[in-house]
């Protein structure tokens, strides 16, 4: 079946300027997760969100940092202002539950490069 | 805060030999471990995982052994392959949230 998919792939963008990464996560899956990893470390938790309920954002690192989440399906993570920190590779993950938050699906990650 | 620590950075291993990967942790909350796999360009995927009720699972080549007293775990690759090298990421969860090691970069030499 399909697993989780991002889009784009890979993402340059100059300093100061907004992006938007996408993320279509596994058919029926309640549970939706935003990772930042950079460059030869572990991942960096940025945000869930589950069903209805509101999202927990307490890793979102600034407020240049927003997602949204339509009910179960299709995420969106912007970045404003984009600065050259921000450069890593932004990954998402999606699980049945939120209470089976150990066995998460991710998808291949869009990398981005803010130059 | 809640935190994982893994060990080593980086871990090269020859082809038949044992790869063994240690993460020790502090959150007593936390209430399962599960380790996950990432090859170059994938996202991470789940390897194996076990519950703090239990001292060791095996799945195939791939053991985890943990030790609850001393809030330790780690994983352990028999008969490491080539084709096991990649960076393994330990992790711990205590029900919403998974928090994750910083990596071991596996490299199984043939």
């Known amino acids: 079946g399909a697993g989780v998919s991002q889009s784009p792939s890979n993402k340059v963008t100059e300093k100061g300027k907004d992006v938007e990464l996408r993320c279509d996560p596994i058919?029926?899956?309640?549970?939706l997760y935003w990772y930042r990893q950079r460059l030869g470390q572990g991942l960096e938790f940025l945000i869930y969100?589950?069903?209805?309920?509101?999202?927990?954002k307490s890793g979102l690192p600034s407020d240049r940092f927003s997602a949204e989440r339509t009910g179960e399906s299709v995420s969106t993570l912007t970045i404003q202002r984009t600065q050259q920190e921000d450069s890593a590779v932004y990954l998402c993950?999606?699980?049945?539950?939120?209470?089976?938050?150990?066995?998460?699906?991710f998808g291949p990650g869009t990398r981005l490069t803010v130059t | 805060q809640q935190q994982v620590k893994q060990s080593p950075q980086s871990l090269i291993v020859q082809k038949g030999g044992i790869s063994i990967i240690n993460c020790a942790y502090e959150?007593?909350?936390?209430?399962?471990f599960p380790w996950y796999q990432q090859f170059p360009g994938k996202g991470p995927a789940l390897l194996i995982a076990?519950?703090?009720?239990?001292s060791e699972k095996k799945e195939g080549r791939f053991t985890i052994s943990f030790n609850k007293s001393a809030k330790q775990f780690s994983l352990h690759i028999m008969d490491s392959q080539p084709g096991d090298s990649a960076t393994y990421f330990c992790?711990?969860?205590?029900?919403?949230?998974?928090?994750f090691g910083e990596g071991t970069q596996l490299t199984v030499n043939p």
């Open positions: 993950a999606s699980s049945i539950l939120l209470s089976l938050s150990y066995e998460q699906y």
């Open positions: 058919s029926g899956h309640t549970a």
């Open positions: 969100f589950q069903g209805n309920s509101a999202p927990d």
């Open positions: 959150n007593t909350a936390f209430d399962y």
């Open positions: 992790a711990a969860t205590s029900g919403s949230r998974l928090t």
């Open positions: 076990i519950r703090p009720d239990v």
